[in-house]
């Protein structure tokens, strides 16, 4: 009786196992996000706006470091048409779990917080912080812990960037944190007076103070003598297929003649210091469109 029971047992198992198999095979399964971009041709790219990383210019073009680097891999993936999508940079990693894009190419920094949700590409850039302040310095202020000796500096961030994080570490009082939901709001805040510095990277910073004699990036700065961390595209964790093909064309393109010219024009020349893989770290195409991609936006 025993033995008959163990058949029938290894039979109900065998059953359920041949049902599931079915129904996850079943033309009505869900299907893999590789998959409908390779069927489609289409990806979607979520981005925040932080000139050189990720912007439109004044034709519209969705471009910066980030765009440009994720154009020549998906060139090479065959993706045809990138949807891209804007985005505050606090809402960049909700969005991309929530489904709204596919990946996100926005200079996003890896951090360990971060590397529990999504999955990071191999870095794509290593840059060092930097300090905007009003022209000629007034408060001379050439370090975090400036700002934080100061009785009444105030210091701009982008809300959710590592900048609030080491501001704070640095001992600058959150009551004198500006926090903006993007790197042109915070600008604003040190052009109009609300402000009197901003910490970014330094691409960012210079880009700013190239465009606005307004303000400059101070100089010296004591956070310009390390890297202040990597940025990298990111990615659901589920869909490691779709980052595993990415990450091997970012890999053979990464830190080739090719790459350093395209992302130069966005000051990145001297940025292309890469660790071996994102946990290391501690905390010859144009910049236009390759040839049958096309792009929207929303």
């Known amino acids: 009786m025993r033995g008959q029971w163990l058949v029938l047992l ?32 289409t990806i979607r790219v979520g981005y925040a ?22 154009r020549v ?23 991309l779990l929530t489904g709204r894009f596919d990946l996100i190419a926005s200079g996003l920094f890896i951090r360990p917080d971060r590397a529990r949700v999504v999955a990071f590409s191999p870095p794509s850039s290593c840059v ?6 009003r022209a000629g310095n007034p408060l001379a202020l050439h370090s975090l812990a400036d700002i934080a000796a100061s009785s009444n500096a105030r210091l701009a961030v982008v809300s959710g960037a ?5 501001a704070l570490a640095s001992g600058v009082p959150s009551e004198r944190l500006l926090r903006f ?15 009197d510095a901003l910490a970014l990277t330094g691409p960012t910073i210079q880009h700013m103070a190239n465009t606005h004699p307004q303000v400059e990036r101070a100089r010296p700065f004591s956070g310009e003598s390390k890297p202040a961390g990597c940025t ?4 659901r964790p589920k869909d490691e297929l779709l980052r595993q093909h990415f990450d091997q064309f970012l890999l053979e393109f990464r830190g080739t003649p090719a790459h350093q010219r395209l992302v130069a024009p966005f000051g990145f020349a001297d940025s292309l210091l890469f660790p071996e893989s994102p946990e290391s770290f501690p905390e010859s195409p144009e910049p236009s469109s390759s040839p049958g991609q096309d792009d929207t936006h929303e």
Do not use: C, K, M
């Not at 891999?73 to 969005?95: A, E, Y």
């Not at 060092?128 to 302040?133: D, E, K, M, R, T």
């Open 10 to 41: 290894a039979l109900g198992l065998a059953l359920t196992l041949a049902v599931g198999a079915t129904l996850y095979w079943a033309p009505g399964a869900p299907e893999r996000t590789w998959d409908r971009i390779a069927r489609t041709g």
């Open 232 to 235: 990298a595209f990111a990615f």
């Open 181 to 195: 939901p993007d790197a042109d709001l915070a600008l604003a805040g040190v052009l109009h007076g609300a402000a």
């Open 128 to 133: 060092v912080a930097a300090l905007l302040v």
């Open 49 to 70: 706006w932080e000139p050189p990383f990720a912007y439109r210019d004044e034709t519209g073009r969705v471009t910066g470091e980030s765009p440009e680097v994720a």
């Open 162 to 166: 590592v900048e609030e994080n080491d």
């Open 73 to 95: 891999v998906l060139d090479r993936l065959g993706v045809l048409h990138v949807d891209w999508v804007q985005t505050s940079f606090g809402d960049l990693i909700p969005d």
